[in-house]
């Protein structure tokens, strides 16, 4: 398993950014891939945007997708999400994830280590 820890988060306006990063503890992390999820109040922990460690693809939300790029670093074992014309309903914990494997998910039963979070919270 990783170990991780986000950073990053805070209080911005309505079509602010920010950029959340996760660090990574681990000889083994450049074959982890990596995802970001966010869980608001009342709601269930979902999906924002994943990253595969053997090539780099990508996956996006569809409410994100557009406004968001994920990237990693493998030599600073770090993946950052740079949020873009964020909006009030982008408000929430928001989770790093890594996960073994040659193939990306969307599923959080499939990510078995997370960090602690990080809250994003977006006034209108």
């Known amino acids: 398993q990783v170990q991780l820890v986000e950073s990053g988060g805070g209080l911005v306006q309505t079509g602010g950014s920010l950029r959340l990063s996760c660090a990574a503890s681990?000889?083994?992390?450049?074959?982890?891939?990596m995802g970001w999820f966010r869980q608001a109040p009342g709601k269930e922990r979902e999906f924002v945007a994943g990253?595969?460690?053997?090539?780099?693809?990508?996956d996006y939300a569809d409410s994100v997708k557009g406004r968001s790029t994920i990237s990693r670093n493998n030599a600073k074992n770090t993946v950052d999400l740079q949020m873009n014309s964020l909006k009030p309903e982008d408000t929430a914990v928001y989770y790093c994830?890594?996960?073994?494997?040659?193939?990306?998910?969307?599923?959080?039963?499939?990510?078995?280590?997370w960090g602690q979070g990080t809250q994003v919270t977006v006034s209108s």
């Open positions: 990253i595969r460690w053997s090539d780099g693809r990508t």
């Open positions: 681990g000889r083994t992390f450049i074959k982890y891939n």
């Open positions: 994830a890594a996960r073994p494997g040659s193939s990306l998910s969307t599923l959080v039963a499939d990510f078995g280590s």
